[in-house]
């Protein structure tokens, strides 16, 4: 969205999924075209990582429970394993400490079967780690999904704003 508006409507959610799914088709093309020179013990080892280190530990806490509420700690270590910037600098320094290799694009891949696919960004601290319908979405995702001049909100009679170029006195 933007620095006003940090969230995603369905349409917005549904672009950036179809973004990533050209990161995956990307991936899984050049994994597949070069599967000869892929050492795949290695492209499995980096396309697991960011689960064993990042979901899997929150995601036992999660089950364990009893009230769904699970330390930060768990979202920050999910964030940081399924970070992009995180995922680059792995492959940076394998390729300089190890070799510049095919099965690097196990990391891309993974990123956009989780985004593509399944739907998974990063994880704020306000949602539970596995996914639920927040409230506050529950309410507002059907006016998010209408256009800002068909919303009560954008005529200013419902919160008692008044429209923009009023306020700006521009009307």
């Known amino acids: 969205m933007d620095a006003h508006n940090m969230f995603e409507t369905p349409a917005t959610y549904k672009a950036l999924r179809a973004e990533y799914a050209l990161v995956l088709g990307a991936s899984g093309y050049l994994l597949w075209r070069n599967r000869k020179d892929v050492r795949w013990p290695v492209a499995g080892a980096l396309f697991y990582y960011n689960d064993v280190f990042g979901y899997l530990p929150g995601a036992f806490a999660y089950r364990r429970s009893e009230n769904k509420r699970i330390s ?16 680059a600098v792995v492959a940076g320094l394998w390729a300089k400490f190890v070799k510049p290799e095919w099965a690097l694009l196990g990391i891309p891949l993974h990123i956009g079967i989780d985004r593509a696919i399944f739907g998974n960004f990063l994880k704020p601290f306000s949602v539970t780690f596995e996914p639920e319908t927040h409230p506050v979405w529950e309410r507002v995702k059907d006016e998010l999904a209408r256009p800002i001049s068909e919303t009560p909100a954008a005529s200013g009679s419902d919160n008692g704003v008044p429209p923009a170029s009023v306020a700006a006195g521009t009307s």
């Open 72 to 87: 930060k700690a768990y979202y920050a270590a999910y964030n940081l394993a399924h970070s992009a910037v995180t995922g």
